[in-house]
């Protein structure tokens, strides 16, 4: 029975062992090779002291190893933090002081990068390294020990095998910003991550003739279920990086791929003329996947146009919950701004303030009940009570055993039960697929040392969902302008967390309280 994260490849590899599992370019393992790496990882970390829910990072770009990683970690019996591959390093150092990491599994060059954050992270007790094609010599000393991950992927497992934890244990830590503050860390059972696994693949169809291409991150709790899947139906995943759509065009066709997730600017990238897609015939995609935000009716169209054979699902989630609902392809005509029902297995309620259940085209918040609501935000007491509470319909006597999820989300049904988004309870930004902290990007702004004001909002973008927007106050006597600012910007934060605009104030808005009064920059902007 697989019921632990490290099953899947287990079963996958005893049923399919000569099958293509992973493929990186050129690179290409077969689930046994896959299954007997892991194991050697996993018996390597074990020996290093791993014990049972230790928090390991994952900082790779898409690569073999870091499929590797993930299921290694997870046989060990620790938990794997995958960290976005496009943070910089004291956002890292953030992630592995948060959740204590015991060790972190990253490449040469992203080591020599942080150095400085190993040293002051006291939980650190080894770091892995990928030597690829480089030299061991480039390697930086530490005060932790180092290892090479091809040398500990070598190593033989015992016969015999026991597995530490059990479905509930945490898996997995999966960062993701709030509306406040720094990024949280949102925790995963094995049980979630498997139910995802198996109710993605049950909508989906996906079968072991499946070949999905993984180009959202793992650390996106999307981008986990794509390589989650094709390893439990007995799939390829299909790893890669691209600079241009008409790259993403070309993998699409020769490795003859047949299932693809994105977000809504990877779409609307896809929709450009230049592209290449609307030249060419897909006969192999069978499915395209669009979450992280409303995708543009102009590319949806374009999209539906180019790929007259591939069914579209559009879908709706939160890390905190995984996904609540799509839309079947059969409805895209009928209503093609809806986010569609429930996942199976799931219950979606819409309640309004007095914690009742919403009539249809009545606005309530979105509550999410069933296998994938995670365990909660790791070190955050305060906000899982707030977040993960009792059953609003249920009986007490029943509604006390489990937890559903306040989404923060607005949302309503129409007479047939499909629901819409409507907006966010909070300041929350989503961009590009990323929920985006207003304060953390308000707080790199002022480690500029030029600013006395600073407040960010989203705008929305009919490309990126919402695209950002600063406001900030000079201190008297510095000199700075928005290029000048948008650079700082650029250097110390992710491509999608960048500011797209800056705007500099005499004075910020305030409430009578002296708080930012954001309402009043949102009107300002027309909203």
């Known amino acids: 029975m697989d019921f632990l994260v490290h099953h899947m490849v287990q079963t996958s590899a005893a049923r399919l062992p000569d099958k293509e599992a992973v493929v990186h370019g050129q690179q290409r393992l077969t689930y046994a090779e896959v299954a007997r790496q892991t194991a050697g990882l996993a018996t390597s970390l074990r020996q290093l002291g791993l014990q049972p829910e230790d928090r390991l990072g994952i900082w790779l770009g898409p690569s073999i190893a870091q499929v590797l990683a993930i299921f290694g970690v997870a046989q060990a019996g620790g938990a794997f933090v995958p960290i976005n591959d496009a943070l910089f390093p004291n956002q890292v150092a953030h992630i592995t002081n948060d959740c204590r990491m ?69 898996a997995a830590i999966l960062y993701t910003s709030g509306s406040t503050g720094k990024p949280k860390g949102i925790m995963l059972s094995h049980a979630n991550i498997m139910a995802g696994a198996s109710i993605v693949a049950t909508y989906l169809a996906i079968s072991e003739q499946e070949r999905i291409l993984a180009v959202l991150p793992f650390s996106f709790d999307a981008g986990l279920n794509q390589l989650t ?164 319909l249920l009986p007490t006597e029943q509604a006390g055993f489990e937890r559903v999820c306040y989404s923060g989300d607005l949302v309503k049904t129409d007479d047939e039960g499909f629901i819409y988004f409507i907006g966010r309870r909070d300041t929350m930004i989503k961009s590009s697929g990323y929920r985006i902290s207003p304060t953390e990007v308000e707080e790199i702004l002022f480690q500029s040392g030029k600013l006395r004001g600073a407040a960010v909002i989203g705008l929305p973008d009919p490309l990126l969902g919402q695209r950002i927007k600063a406001f900030v106050v000079l201190k008297e006597g510095e000199n700075a302008d928005q290029a000048s600012l948008m650079t700082f910007c ?38």
């Open 102 to 170: 015991k060790g972190l599994i990253t490449d040469q060059a992203k080591l020599a990068t942080i150095c400085e954050v190993i040293d002051a992270t006291p939980s650190l007790e080894f770091v892995i390294v990928v030597a690829g094609n480089n030299a061991v010599e480039t390697v930086p000393t530490l005060r932790v020990p180092i290892y090479y991950l091809e040398d500990l992927c070598a190593i033989s497992p015992p016969a015999t095998w026991q597995d530490w934890g059990i479905e509930k244990s945490l």
């Open 229 to 392: 899947t094709a390893m439990q139906r007995g799939g390829t995943i299909v790893l890669t990086t691209f600079v241009f759509a008409r790259e993403l065009v070309q993998i699409l066709l020769k490795e003859r791929i047949t299932g693809l997730a994105g977000v809504p600017t990877l779409w609307s990238l896809l929709a450009q003329p230049n592209a290449g897609l609307q030249k060419n015939q897909f006969p192999d995609l069978r499915y395209i996947t669009n979450t992280g935000g409303a995708m543009p009716q102009n590319v949806l169209a374009t999209l539906r146009k180019s790929l007259p054979t591939t069914q579209i699902f559009l879908m709706y989630g939160l890390t905190e919950a995984f996904r609540s609902t799509y839309l079947p392809p059969e409805e895209l005509d009928r209503r093609p701004t809806s986010i569609g029902k429930a996942i199976p297995n799931t219950e979606i309620l819409v309640i309004n303030e007095e914690g009742q259940r919403c009539q249809p085209h009545e606005i309530g918040e979105l509550v999410h009940r069933g296998p994938t609501v995670s365990l909660g935000y790791w070190g955050h007491p305060a906000l899982n009570e707030r977040v993960f509470r009792a059953h609003p």
């Open 490 to 527: 650029a250097e110390r934060m992710p491509r999608y967390m960048a500011p797209k605009c800056i705007e500099l104030l005499d004075e910020l808005p305030k409430t009578s309280s002296g708080k930012v009064n954001y309402p009043a920059l949102r009107q300002r902007e027309g909203l």
